[in-house]
């Protein structure tokens, strides 16, 4: 019998605002342990949380940006459990009125455009970290009560490979949209990843496995590649598989029994009393989708169409966003597209990172890009030239123009110079020349490149390759 797998993703982001969810503490990554606390972070008794009304707005324009719906009426509940690193003894989410639902995020996979549902996005908040030490623990609040949005995905994705170009996919949507910076380091993003398996082409789930709290996307993905084999290996053997928690150790490459999978009566939700359900007004919706951007993979198709770059280019640009900024700025008027973003990609951008300066420093106007193709298409310069050109413009910030000029680099199409050259090149290798003659073809190039040596790359090749031929026939 063969097996297929059913993945559901689950994955938490830190969202960017500036203060927490419930408080006004600094909502800031790796301050002193416990110095951005207050008694409503800490869940000391009687204090009353107030929503952020920015992380509200967030998980709104999450909505949109994964095509989804908001509802008009959202509420928060609380999540009773004990643990050390939230004193107050229950999270705020949202159970069944969360803030968005039903969206889909779009992605290049699998050898095409891939799709995956979104059931919905919560928003809920973050507890502390515990520290464990040789003869004692500690607890650090800071994180506790950042805002978090939880997207939970449809059980549809079929492998670790769909599941890693979905978790990308999404994370650079948030990016795009401001809605979270998604730094892995700083464990922005986190992922349960459900997983089962059942007979090919059966409509029955199989027995759902959890594994909690993945940190990397890579990690999701090797926790997969081991996970689906072992259950179906234990359904191979006539074994059960029950409804669990496990965790993936990522050294040992495995999965191992964390604990048998609370449900969700288990942790006895009840509406939050202190918070007022949420019911976003049109004018409060429409101010958020001013919010809305153009999407990655939108904006990586239409930059392949509008200027007929190859998917490469297209993708470096939608990757690297003020790259692509810039390459906008100027490709309107560019006669060569395609060029201006080779000088961008391959020059520019080696440029910035050798330097080390950024591309709101450079001396030199984006412009400067376009006279630079249009010298080299207009043959007034080799492309060889070119690249002296742009070294000299990047550091000084003159014109290619004025470059070319006071180099005396100008390419030189003038017939009677080139002749000279040519007839130099042809008295001093009568060795290649009898080649050539003799039919070796590739004896002219050799010929060319002296040509060109001689003029210190200024010669026009076209030019050189047609008189080296005339003189050799
Ligand atoms: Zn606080």
Redesign the pocket.
Known sequence: MTYEAVIGLETHVQLKTRS?M????ANEFGAPPNS???????GLPGVLPVANEEALRLTALTGLLLNGEIPPYAKFDRKNYFYPDMPKNYQITQYDKPSAVHGFVEFEGCGGLARVNITRAHLEEDVGKNFHFERNSGVDFNRA?VPLLEIVSEPEITGPQMAYDYLNALVEILRYGGISDCDMEKGEVRCDVNVSVRPQGSADLGKKIEIKNMNSFSAVRRALEHEIPRQIEVLQKGGLLTQETRRWDDAGGLTETMRSKEMAHDYRYFPEPDLMPFAPTQDWLAEVKKRVVELPLAKKQRLMRQYQLPASDAQTFTWDRPLGDYFEKIAPRAKNPKAAANWIINNLRAKLAGTGRALADLKFPSEYILDLVELVESRQISSSIAQQVFAEMFDSGLTPKAIVEKNGWGQVSDAGAIEAFCDQAIAAHPGPVADYKAGKAAALNFLKGQVMKSSKGKANPNLVGQILERKLK
Not at 22 to 25: A, P, S
Not at 36 to 42: A, E, S
């Open positions: 927490k419930w408080c006004g503490c951005r606390v207050c008694p409503v972070c800490l009560g």
